[in-house]
């Protein structure tokens, strides 16, 4: 799987017309699927309430121009040409921004960052080019001093990341419902009494296709790329024809409407009631921020060429045909119908009609799953379950849980709203806090990582955050009408996202401040003072110095530990990929002879996390390759600092090494364990465990390795045949006595909760029952 994945991505990388052309085909299914559905409710949108008749074409008009304007300038010009370039690593989204920034400024909301960390080969791509500009400079310093800022940046994060899960809750059911009233409209107009009766029934139709298209997201990104791609193109077609047909049937002279000029007209006719009415020409980008969102599912170049090239024209001529249509058949309160359906030619377009419209909606999950992801690894969401659907490409996941509570959401608003208007208002303020959040973080990553002119930034800014906080106004404005939604959504999911962050913060602040430190291991001497039994002692740990403190209250109430100690430390790094030949980090804590090391384990926050099988074998062959290499570190105390010190050696997993070198892997028949030598390891199995392939590990004929490496390799690989026992910390976190009701609420209830019904971490589901010792321990933060 890995190789394979290594190769496909390095054919990504170099990005041959051929995948880059299957990847724009796919990314037709999953990106532009709300984006292309948008022509369905816009004009409803805009004229539905605040200008509810038109006896010129100057509000027509007016409203194509904002269209078309805003389709240009937001999609095309900001997205496609500039913030698709701010990927970090081939990932998006807003906590791609934050990863970039974290890197570039060390402001990393992550506890156990290590400077380390800073010498991986993604970690520092683009930070030391080129030179950064003075005010740059004075920012990065600026924002490593100060934590409020620090946190300011945080919850900005947080804030875009809240809001992208509120669009995949209510773009869907904006969608869905659209279609099916449009489907209900186009029957009522043909008579077919039969169905109009059926679709009275219209919010449980659009429930039972929610539910149908929720239920395909476990099918993966790839799959229902294929799927749905098919559909969008086909719709995008037909629109597009449509809007052909109607410019050259009611209006050839439309395309005069795109000048800006026929903005400053309506707003200045309309007043306040076209100032409101933006909130409905707003839904004409929503889901463009999925162009960013879903980036690491595809390639920035796949995307600009399905946008640019086919989805971008499409839209305009089915817009243009819209306006076209209506200038002709000019509306008031008493025809309200101005939807899409109403400028279909009749009897024709019958799939475009009946068939079309459900297909094409679908739910904006993957965009969600992604930035779920990002924030689980990097600290800021509970852990969840997550399905890697393709072997081929690591972003494309499935989140169970996430997708059951967002359809559960998705069918909550659509029957509570029942209207397109209310579903479009929040939709519409979902989707411009997105991609405001947005705009203010690539104003900061233009100064910090592009090291450009802070003219530029501020001219970034003001310019779309201009036409942004336009629209963002004009949807706030209308809180009580459906607008409060996505911010009772965001501010549900920020809550759970602080507390969750807060709690293991305080967590790991209190893991560092009771650590043992190493002195008082050397001084219990070589023993340690107790009894060496065989076998390896593996003791997970978040922290990546020091001894934890559950070995210390292990060490005091059991006489007897494992003649090797390996302190584990698995942890993710901002970086979207941590290489193979820089995953694991190796050292000695205290002299040889004690045998006891540590081990950290980067990864990526898109990386996945090897079963316990894999990940055993890599991480024993990791440390028999520190040794045999001769990389021992330091022996214990640094007189001149007076502190404990540890190096920490980069070893690679197996499969970097070439045959024939280091420790090489090698599988054993399981009915056949005598074939491996004495220089060999072999697995042995516990009576009541499921037998697993037994492997073994080969230590090379080189008269590189001296007698005492050589020595510790034998140890080693004796412990190992002996078995190896797993040591997990079972944490109680509570508040300590005095702090304030706010802390003990957030600690004792709020992040306790979460704990108790998130899922433990990856490492500790895939260990063996039978060899796993909890030791529990209660912190008082």
């Given at each position: 799987?890995?190789?394979?994945?290594?190769f496909?991505?390095?054919?990504?990388?170099?990005?041959?017309?051929?995948?880059?052309?299957?990847?724009?085909?796919?990314?037709?299914?999953?990106?532009?699927?709300?984006?292309?559905?948008?022509?369905?409710?816009?004009?409803?949108?805009?004229?539905?309430?605040?200008?509810?008749?038109s006896?010129?074409?100057?509000?027509?008009?007016?409203?194509?121009?904002?269209?078309?304007?805003?389709?240009?300038?937001?999609?095309?010009?900001?997205?496609v040409?500039?913030?698709?370039?701010?990927?970090?690593?081939?990932?998006?989204?807003?906590?791609?921004?934050?990863?970039?920034?974290?890197?570039?400024?060390?402001?990393?909301?992550?506890?156990?960052?290590?400077?380390?960390?800073?010498?991986?080969?993604?970690?520092?791509?683009?930070?030391?080019?080129?030179?950064?500009?003075?005010?740059?400079?004075?920012?990065?310093?600026?924002?490593?001093?100060?934590?409020?800022?620090?946190?300011?940046l945080?919850?900005?994060?947080?804030?875009?990341?809240?809001m992208?899960?509120?669009?995949?809750?209510?773009?869907?059911?904006?969608?869905?419902?659209s279609?099916?009233?449009?489907?209900?409209?186009?029957?009522?107009?043909?008579?077919?009494?039969?169905?109009?009766?059926?679709?009275?029934?219209?919010?449980?139709?659009?429930?039972?296709?929610?539910?149908?298209l929720?239920?395909?997201?476990?099918?993966?990104?790839?799959?229902?790329?294929?799927?749905?791609?098919?559909?969008?193109?086909?719709?995008?077609?037909?629109?597009?024809?449509?809007?052909?047909?109607?410019?050259?049937?009611w209006?050839?002279?439309?395309?005069?409407?795109?000048?800006?000029?026929?903005?400053?007209?309506?707003?200045?006719?309309?007043?306040?009631?076209?100032?409101?009415?933006?909130?409905?020409?707003l839904?004409?980008?929503?889901?463009?921020?999925?162009?960013?969102?879903?980036?690491?599912?595809?390639?920035?170049?796949?995307?600009?060429?399905?946008?640019?090239?086919?989805?971008?024209?499409?839209?305009?001529?089915?817009?243009?045909?819209?306006?076209?249509?209506?200038?002709?058949?000019?509306?008031?309160?008493?025809?309200?119908?101005?939807?899409?359906?109403?400028?279909?030619p009749?009897?024709?377009?019958?799939?475009?009609?009946?068939?079309?419209?459900?297909?094409?909606?679908?739910?904006?999950?993957?965009?969600?799953?992604?930035?779920?992801?990002?924030?689980?690894?990097?600290?800021?969401?509970?852990?969840?379950?997550i399905?890697?659907?393709?072997?081929?490409?690591?972003?494309?996941?499935?989140?169970?849980?996430?997708?059951?509570i967002?359809?559960?959401?998705?069918?909550?608003?659509?029957?509570?709203?029942?209207?397109?208007?209310r579903?479009?208002?929040?939709?519409?303020?979902?989707?411009?806090?997105?991609?405001?959040?947005?705009?203010?973080?690539?104003?900061?990553?233009?100064?910090?990582?592009?090291?450009?002119?802070?003219?530029?930034?501020?001219?970034?800014?003001f310019?779309?955050?201009?036409?942004?906080?336009?629209?963002?106004?004009?949807?706030l404005?209308?809180?009580?009408?459906?607008?409060?939604?996505?911010?009772?959504?965001?501010?549900?999911f920020?809550?759970?996202?602080?507390?969750?962050h807060?709690?293991?913060?305080?967590?790991?602040?209190?893991?560092?401040?009771?650590?043992?430190?190493?002195?008082?291991?050397?001084?219990?001497?070589?023993?340690?003072g107790?009894?060496?039994?065989?076998?390896?002692?593996?003791?997970?740990?978040e922290?990546?110095?020091?001894?934890?403190?559950?070995?210390?209250r292990?060490?005091?109430?059991?006489?007897?530990?494992?003649?090797?100690?390996?302190?584990?430390?698995?942890?993710s790094?901002?970086?979207?990929?941590?290489?193979?030949?820089?995953?694991?980090?190796?050292?000695?804590?205290?002299?040889?002879?004690?045998r006891?090391?540590?081990c950290?384990?980067?990864?990526?926050?898109?990386?996945?996390?090897?079963?316990?099988?894999?990940?055993?074998?890599?991480l024993?062959?990791?440390?028999?390759?520190?040794?045999?290499?001769?990389?021992?570190?330091?022996?214990?105390?640094?007189?001149?600092?007076?502190?404990?010190?540890?190096?920490?050696?980069?070893?690679?997993?197996?499969?970097?090494?070439?045959?024939?070198?280091?420790i090489?892997?090698?599988?054993?028949?399981?009915?056949?364990?005598?074939?491996?030598?004495?220089?060999?390891?072999?697995?042995?199995?516990?009576?009541?465990?499921?037998?697993?392939?037994?492997?073994?590990?080969?230590?090379?004929e080189?008269?590189?390795?001296?007698?005492?490496?050589?020595?510790?390799?034998?140890?080693?690989?004796?412990?190992?045949?002996?078995?190896?026992?797993?040591?997990?910390?079972?944490?109680?976190?509570?508040?300590?006595?005095?702090?304030?009701?706010?802390?003990?609420?957030?600690?004792?209830?709020?992040?306790?909760?979460?704990?108790?019904?998130?899922?433990?971490?990856?490492?500790?589901?895939?260990?063996?029952?039978?060899?796993?010792?909890?030791?529990?321990?209660?912190?008082?933060?």
């Amino acid at each position: 799987m890995d190789l394979e994945t290594g190769f496909y991505q390095n054919r990504v990388k170099k990005e041959s017309w051929r995948t880059v052309l299957i990847l724009a085909y796919q990314s037709l299914g999953v990106v532009y699927g709300d984006l292309s559905t948008s022509p369905l409710y816009v004009y409803k949108s805009t004229f539905a309430e605040d200008i509810t008749h038109s006896e010129t074409n100057e509000e027509i008009y007016g409203v194509l121009s904002f269209v078309f304007w805003t389709l240009t300038l937001v999609p095309l010009l900001k997205y496609v040409f500039i913030v698709l370039r701010a990927d970090d690593n081939g990932e998006g989204g807003t906590f791609a921004l934050y990863s970039l920034l974290c890197r570039h400024a060390r402001v990393n909301s992550l506890p156990n960052c290590q400077l380390a960390d800073e010498e991986l080969s993604d970690y520092k791509k683009d930070v030391t080019s080129p030179a950064p500009t003075t005010f740059g400079s004075s920012l990065k310093s600026t924002l490593e001093r100060h934590r409020v800022l620090q946190k300011c940046l945080l919850v900005l994060a947080l804030i875009g990341a809240c809001m992208v899960i509120g669009d995949g809750i209510l773009t869907p059911a904006i969608s869905v419902f659209s279609a099916v009233s449009g489907v209900e409209l186009a029957m009522s107009k043909e008579h077919h009494k039969l169905y109009v009766n059926i679709f009275k029934l219209k919010v449980p139709i659009a429930c039972i296709i929610l539910i149908g298209l929720f239920a395909l997201q476990h099918y993966g990104t790839h799959r229902v790329g294929f799927l749905f791609a098919p559909v969008v193109i086909i719709w995008l077609l037909c629109i597009s024809t449509i809007g052909v047909y109607n410019i050259f049937r009611w209006n050839p002279h439309v395309y005069k409407a795109l000048s800006p000029y026929y903005m400053y007209k309506f707003l200045k006719k309309t007043q306040r009631g076209g100032w409101m009415s933006l909130g409905g020409i707003l839904l004409c980008i929503t889901g463009s921020e999925a162009m960013f969102a879903d980036l690491g599912h595809f390639s920035q170049l796949s995307i600009k060429i399905a946008f640019t090239s086919f989805v971008y024209p499409s839209l305009i001529l089915a817009y243009m045909g819209q306006a076209a249509y209506l200038s002709r058949h000019h509306f008031d309160e008493n025809d309200p119908q101005i939807g899409f359906y109403v400028s279909v030619p009749d009897g024709r377009f019958w799939l475009l009609r009946y068939l079309l419209p459900w297909w094409e909606a679908k739910p904006s999950s993957p965009g969600t799953f992604s930035i779920i992801k990002q924030c689980s690894a990097l600290g800021c969401f509970p852990r969840v379950k997550i399905v890697h659907t393709s072997s081929k490409v690591h972003g494309q996941i499935y989140i169970p849980e996430i997708n059951w509570i967002l359809m559960v959401l998705c069918l909550a608003v659509t029957i509570g709203f029942r209207d397109t208007k209310r579903l479009g208002n929040a939709s519409g303020l979902a989707v411009i806090t997105v991609m405001l959040v947005t705009t203010c973080l690539m104003s900061i990553v233009i100064v910090l990582c592009w090291h450009r002119s802070v003219l530029l930034a501020v001219c970034f800014v003001f310019f779309f955050g201009t036409i942004e906080a336009l629209y963002f106004s004009a949807s706030l404005i209308k809180f009580l009408e459906g607008a409060w939604v996505p911010i009772a959504l965001a501010f549900i999911f920020m809550i759970i996202m602080y507390v969750w962050h807060y709690g293991t913060l305080k967590k790991y602040e209190f893991d560092d401040q009771n650590k043992v430190p190493v002195d008082w291991l050397l001084s219990l001497g070589p023993s340690l003072g107790i009894v060496r039994v065989r076998g390896i002692g593996l003791i997970h740990t978040e922290l990546v110095s020091g001894i934890p403190a559950i070995f210390s209250r292990f060490v005091t109430n059991l006489p007897a530990f494992h003649q090797v100690l390996i302190f584990l430390c698995i942890k993710s790094i901002p970086v979207p990929h941590v290489k193979h030949e820089e995953r694991f980090l190796v050292g000695h804590i205290g002299p040889r002879e004690y045998r006891i090391y540590r081990c950290i384990v980067r990864y990526g926050y898109r990386d996945v996390q090897k079963d316990d099988m894999e990940f055993e074998k890599d991480l024993v062959c990791s440390i028999a390759e520190f040794i045999r290499t001769g990389k021992v570190g330091c022996d214990g105390i640094d007189e001149d600092l007076g502190k404990e010190c540890e190096k920490m050696a980069v070893v690679g997993t197996p499969l970097t090494r070439a045959e024939g070198k280091g420790i090489q892997v090698r599988e054993v028949g399981i009915d056949n364990p005598e074939s491996a030598s004495t220089s060999e390891l072999k697995e042995i199995q516990s009576p009541i465990m499921k037998p697993r392939k037994r492997v073994r590990f080969v230590i090379p004929e080189s008269p590189e390795i001296d007698v005492g490496a050589r020595k510790e390799l034998q140890e080693l690989m004796e412990a190992r045949e002996a078995g190896m026992a797993y040591i997990l910390g079972h944490s109680y976190v509570r508040a300590k006595q005095g702090s304030s009701m706010l802390k003990k609420l957030v600690i004792n209830y709020g992040y306790d909760l979460l704990r108790r019904n998130s899922r433990a971490p990856v490492y500790a589901l895939s260990v063996p029952h039978a060899s796993t010792l909890e030791v529990g321990m209660a912190y008082h933060v």
